[in-house]
């Protein structure tokens, strides 16, 4: 009981961030910015001016770690394997090539920087699946550090507010077709709000398509994620001669929040879910989210960001420029454009 106590500071202060953030949200004129990236810069502010005292650490790392892995179990309550089905073959092989231009592209380019493989591949995911979304549900099964969180969410964060303007100013320079751009739109910005508000500059139908295409984009979460397990398991096992003999667990390789996660998404997909009740779990799950970036960014300092240089930002922007000319170039080959 008592250690359940010391959890409430850092919790309470986390979500007080997150009621702050989602109300700063809801008040901007356009949806340029997610609540999630609102409280995780408040919380780095907050870190950089004032020493957070020590009543709060266990919360906040309570709040960055398992209240983290809560939200993305309730996230899969939100998607249905079906919604590639509605959107068609199309955006599923334009998302295939965006995908290996992330991943593929961005090993190499992360060996050439000389960043580490861990904030190097949350880049990468950030850029080619949902932004801060993708970059939370993979950050655990990696073991990532806050600092590496805040630093990756921050280079996709930054490509995406430029790319709100520049989208829309490219598709109508290009004459591009509503369904052509919401194609682009959808496959090339990273995290929703953003995907969002750059389609629906365009026009409403491009907006519609764009925001169908970037669920579907969503669900490649899970084979990344599962992926990801396996891979930091290997690189566990190398590195520790002892355990590379030992029986290796299920639960190791496929985290428990991950099972519930793919579990969730069935259950919405086959209907056992519904509708009223999936909406409230992605609001919560949102919000949770919300709570658990501004626990990240209070457990962040810049003077530990600034240690990592300019390289990631500079990987951030090299894999988001590829993946806005593949997702162009792949439209043209299919004779959309």
Known sequence: MKSQLNLLPGISLAIAIAFVATFIESILPIHLIGGSVIALFIGMSINYF???PSIYTLGLMFTSKKLLKFAIILLGASLSISTILSVGKMSLVVMVFTL?????????????????????NMISAGTGICGGSAIAAIAPVIDAKDSEIAYAMSATFLFDMVMIILFPIMGTYLELSDMAYGLWAGTAVNDTSSVVAAGYAYSENAGDFATMVKLTRTLSIIPTVLIFSLLNASIKRKNNVQDSDTKVKLTSLFPYFILCFIGMSILNSVGLIPIELGE?????????????LAAIGL??????MRKSGINPMIHGFIISALVV??????????GLI
């Open 50 to 52: 004032i020493a957070i």
């Open 100 to 120: 290996l231009t992330c991943f593929g592209g961005g090993y190499f380019i992360g060996k050439a920087l000389g960043l580490d493989w861990k904030l190097s």
């Open 280 to 292: 409230l779990m992605k609001e919560v799950s949102k919000f949770l989210m919300v709570s658990a």
């Open 299 to 304: 457990n962040t300092s810049f003077n530990e």
């Open 325 to 334: 000319i593949v997702a162009y170039l792949v439209e043209v080959m299919m």
